[in-house]
Nanobody
Framework: QVQLVESGGGLVQVGDSLRLSCAAS????????MGWFRQAPGKEREFVAA????????YYTDSVKGRFTISRDNAQNMVYLQMNSLKPEDTAVYYC?????????????????WGQGTQVTVSA
């Protein structure tokens, strides 16, 4: 069983930055690809970014490319999402998710464990 705990959300203004963190339990963290998803009010949950177990491969949804960066620290069992140039449309609850294998994917059904989410609100 893997437990994921997100932190770092908050209320910011357009153009600001935030860094989300996700702390993961488990002995073989480097064997787990990790992803960030988000869900805005009234919308379905959507993929944001993913990183392979080694950290060598990353993948982003088009709307955040060039603004968001996913990274991980396998020694600390942490994954991060650096969010720059935030826009009102980035407002959502952000979820950290873990796969049982190290290869990345964007489909949420490929993820086995989920955190409780952290709220990000970007005001205009």
């Amino acid at each position: 069983q893997v437990q994921l705990v997100e932190s770092g959300g908050g209320l910011v203004q357009v153009g600001d930055s935030l860094r989300l963190s996700c702390a993961a339990s488990g002995r073989t963290f480097s064997g787990n690809a990790m992803g960030w998803f988000r869900q805005a009010p009234g919308k379905e949950r959507e993929f944001v970014a993913a990183i392979s177990g080694s950290g060598d491969n990353t993948y982003y949804t088009d709307s955040v490319k060039g603004r968001f960066t996913i990274s991980r620290d396998n020694a600390q069992n942490m994954v991060y999402l650096q969010m720059n140039s935030l826009k009102p449309e980035d407002t959502a609850v952000y979820y950290c998710a873990s796969r049982k294998i190290p290869t990345i994917m964007r489909n949420e059904y490929g993820y086995n464990y989920w955190g409780q989410g952290t709220q990000v609100t970007v005001s205009a």
